[in-house]
């Protein structure tokens, strides 16, 4: 039976009975481990509520998972500026 879930203040999902991420969880099911405190669990497509395996990636820590925003927001930048030409 699916646990009952609900958004938090974030906009993330969590379980009601044990109050933990549901993308945590379903990311450390993926993993078939724990996941470590330092490690971040990022969502592809930016979609905060959208725990599918496939759009679960997980960094090793908060300065990994930064790094990979700065490139992409660096990117979609980049693209901006080659369109306007
Ligand atoms: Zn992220």
Excluded: C
Excluded at 65 to 81: G, S
């Amino acid at each position: 039976m699916a646990r009952k879930t609900y958004r938090d203040a974030q906009g993330y999902l969590r379980f009601v009975d044990s109050g933990k991420l549901v993308h945590r969880w379903k990311a450390e099911r993926k993993l078939g481990r724990r996941l470590q405190p330092d490690e971040v669990v990022h969502h592809q497509n930016a979609i905060k509520t959208d725990n599918r395996y496939g759009n679960l990636r997980v960094y090793s820590s908060r300065k990994e998972h930064q790094a990979h925003h700065i490139k992409k927001d660096w990117e979609r930048t980049r693209r901006r500026r080659t369109l306007k030409r």
